[in-house]
C-alpha cells in the first residue's frame, strides 16, 4: 500500500464524500427536485451536487465529531492551518508561525484580511473561544481529548484545573500564542482537525444556538450556509469574505442526504448528482472505470468485543472469535472496492523517524488461523468451566455493507468454532449508545484518523477513553500511551506505540477487518474535489464544466 505519508505526489480530481462509517442506514430521495434547482440557480452557474449521506450532527465545532459534519465544516470553516495538494498543513487563517527552540510554543500570525462571513473580522480570541469551549467539561465534547496536547487542557477537562490555566493567550487581536504540554511535532496537522476551528464569539455569546440554522450561521471558510432543510438537504454558496475567495471556482454546493448508497448511485447515474460511492455488488463492472477515483483513508473498520459480558471476558476465547475470521475473504469478495485486509490496527502510511512504514515494523499481528482458533476456544471454555458457551450476539448499524460483513462474520464464527451467533441490528444513534453504554456483547466499529499520528488510534483504548467502549483497562497499556505523549524523544515515542499496539493484539478486546479507501466515481467536468488519506473534504479548489 502507498505511503501517503511520505509520497508528495498530489492526488487531485478526487471526490469525498463520507467513508463507508457515514453510510449509517437507508434514507429516500427528497421529493421535490423542482426545489433544489431553484437553490441552485439562485446561487450561481457552477454549483456541485453531492450527497452528505445524513443530516449533520452539529455545526458546534466542538459538537459535530464525524465525518456528516467534518466534510461540511471543512468548507465553512477554516482553523489555523489547511492541509494542501501534499496532504501537509499550509498558512490559512494563520498567515504564519514560529516556534520556539524547545517546541512547546507556537505563535500563530493571523491574517489581517480574514473576516467572517458577517464582516466581523477572525480575531484570536475567536479561536481561544472555541478552544476553551472545546476543552470545557460542561460542554461534553467527544473531542475533547484532541485539546490534551495543549498546557492545562487535560486537567480543564477532566474537571481538575481551570480555563484560566490554559496555554492559549491573545498577544494582541491578530495574534495567538499556544503553549503544549510538551514538544508535539504534528500540532500543525492536529489544529486542520474542525475540533479547532475558530467560533465568532460575538456571535456565540449573544445567541448559543448560532450553528443550528442558516439564518444564523456565520462562516470563515471558502462557503457559507446559505440554506438548510435539517434531514433533507444544505446549499452553501461561496463566501465573498473569505480571504481568499478569488481562488475559490464554485458558485456553490448542493447537498442532498441520501443514506443509501445504491440510492445515491442511481442518483448519479440520473445526473442529479456530480459524484456517488460505487455499492458492493457493481464494483467488478465499475472499478476500473476512467471515471473512477480512489484514494487511501487512514482508519479501520473493527469488531468490539464487551470484556466484562461472558464469554469475552476469557482473553482466550476472545482470540479464538478473532483468529476464526478471514480477513482476505471479506475484503476480496464482500466489500470489494480494492479495500485492504487488516492484519494489524494502525493503519500502513505513518512513517517513523527512520522512514519506515509503522505497519512493516510491528508486521501482522493477527491472521487467520481457524486451527488455532479452535483450540483457543476448547481452553477458554475449559478456564470458565463452560460445558456450553454462553448465547452471544453480533450487533452492527444498519447499513447494506455491515449487514454483508456481519452476516459473513457469522459464517465463519459457525464453521471455525462451531459456534452459533445472533445478528441485531439498529440505526447508528440507537446503535452508538448502546455501544457506549456497554450494552453490545460483540460489535462493529469504526475509526478515521484526526491526525496524521499512531496515537491518535492507539489512545482510545486506554483506561476510561470516550473511545474505548469495551470494558478493558490494562495499566501497562496506559503506560505505554502516556508515555508516548510525553516522550522527547522521537524514537522512543515510536518504540512505546509498537508495544501498545502489540499489548493491544495480546489482550484481544477488539479485532481488525480492513483498512479504508474512498472510491468515487465522477461526473465529467468535476475537477479538483480534494480529499486526504488524514483529513476532510476539500472544495475549496474545486471546479465543474
Not at 490534551?148 to 493567550?169: C, M, P, Q, R, V
Not at 452492527?396 to 459457525?414: C, F, R, W
Request: proline share 4%.
Amino acid at each position: 500500500m502507498k505511503k501517503w505519508l511520505v509520497s508528495m505526489v498530489i492526488i487531485l480530481f478526487v471526490v469525498a464524500l463520507a467513508a463507508c462509517t457515514a453510510k449509517k442506514g437507508a434514507g429516500e430521495e427528497p421529493k421535490d427536485n423542482s426545489k433544489q434547482n431553484g437553490a441552485e440557480e439562485s446561487i450561481g452557474q457552477k454549483v456541485l451536487k453531492l450527497n452528505n449521506g445524513r443530516e449533520p450532527t452539529s455545526f458546534d465545532p466542538a459538537i459535530g465529531f464525524d465525518n456528516v459534519s467534518w466534510d461540511a465544516l471543512n468548507n465553512l470553516l477554516e482553523g489555523l492551518t489547511r492541509l494542501g495538494d501534499d496532504h501537509q498543513p499550509q498558512p490559512a487563517i494563520a498567515e504564519r508561525w514560529d516556534v520556539s527552540e524547545d517546541g512547546k510554543t507556537y505563535t500563530f500570525h493571523l491574517r489581517k484580511d480574514a473576516n467572517w462571513s458577517n464582516g466581523d473580522p477572525v480575531v484570536a480570541k475567536d479561536f481561544i473561544f472555541a478552544w476553551e469551549r472545546l476543552l470545557n467539561p460542561d460542554t461534553g465534547s467527544a473531542a475533547g481529548f484532541l485539546g490534551y496536547f495543549i498546557k492545562g487542557g487535560e486537567a480543564f477537562n477532566n474537571g481538575k484545573g481551570s480555563k484560566d490555566d490554559l496555554g492559549l493567550t491573545a498577544v494582541d487581536e491578530k495574534t495567538l500564542e499556544v503553549e503544549l504540554e510538551s514538544p508535539t511535532g504534528f500540532f500543525l496537522h492536529l489544529i486542520t482537525n474542525p475540533a479547532f476551528f475558530p467560533v465568532n464569539h460575538k456571535v456565540a455569546e449573544e445567541n448559543p444556538e448560532w450553528h443550528t440554522e442558516a439564518n444564523t450561521f456565520v462562516a470563515n471558510g471558502p462557503f457559507k450556509l446559505d440554506a438548510w432543510k435539517h434531514d433533507n438537504e444544505m446549499v452553501f454558496s461561496k463566501n465573498k469574505e473569505y480571504w481568499d475567495a478569488e481562488n475559490v471556482r464554485l458558485d456553490g454546493v448542493h447537498w442532498t442526504m441520501i443514506d443509501d448508497v445504491n440510492t445515491e448511485y442511481q442518483m448519479f447515474e440520473r445526473g442529479e448528482l456530480d459524484s456517488a460511492e460505487i455499492p458492493a455488488e457493481l464494483s467488478d463492472q465499475l472499478i476500473d472505470g476512467e471515471n473512477v477515483q480512489i484514494v487511501e483513508q487512514g482508519g479501520l473498520d473493527f469488531y468490539r468485543f464487551n470484556v466484562t459480558e461472558e464469554p469475552f471476558q476469557n482473553i482466550k476465547i476472545r482470540k479464538a472469535f478473532a483468529l476464526a475470521i478471514d480477513q482476505k475473504e471479506i475484503a476480496e469478495f464482500v466489500v470489494k472496492n480494492k479495500v485492504e485486509p487488516a492484519f494489524g490496527f494502525v493503519s500502513p502510511g505513518f512513517t517513523n523517524p527512520e522512514g519506515k512504514d509503522f505497519r512493516d515494523v510491528n508486521e501482522d499481528l493477527i491472521s487467520f488461523n481457524p486451527e488455532e482458533a479452535k483450540a483457543l476456544l476448547e481452553e477458554g471454555m475449559k478456564e470458565e468451566g463452560y460445558d456450553e458457551l454462553p448465547n452471544v450476539t453480533l450487533s452492527y448499524n444498519t447499513d447494506h455493507v455491515n449487514k454483508d460483513v456481519a452476516e459473513t462474520l457469522q459464517g465463519m464464527i459457525s464453521e471455525h468454532l462451531g459456534v452459533d451467533v445472533e445478528l441485531e441490528n439498529t440505526e447508528w444513534n440507537v446503535f452508538l449508545e448502546d455501544q457506549k453504554a456497554l450494552k453490545h456483547q460483540l460489535s462493529r466499529s469504526s475509526f478515521l484518523y484526526d491526525y496524521a499520528d499512531p496515537i491518535n488510534f492507539l489512545e482510545s483504548f486506554i483506561t476510561g477513553s470516550y473511545m474505548n467502549r469495551t470494558g478493558w483497562s490494562n495499566e501497562k497499556y496506559d503506560e505505554f500511551i502516556a508515555n508516548a505523549k510525553s516522550a522527547v524523544d522521537e524514537k522512543k515515542r515510536w518504540e512505546y506505540m509498537y508495544e501498545a499496539e502489540k499489548l493491544l493484539a495480546e489482550e484481544m478486546p477488539i479485532f481488525p477487518i480492513r483498512y479504508y479507501n474512498q472510491v468515487e466515481v465522477l461526473q465529467e467536468g468535476v475537477t479538483n474535489i480534494h480529499r486526504h488519506p488524514v483529513g476532510y473534504l476539500d472544495l475549496k479548489y474545486a471546479d465543474k464544466q
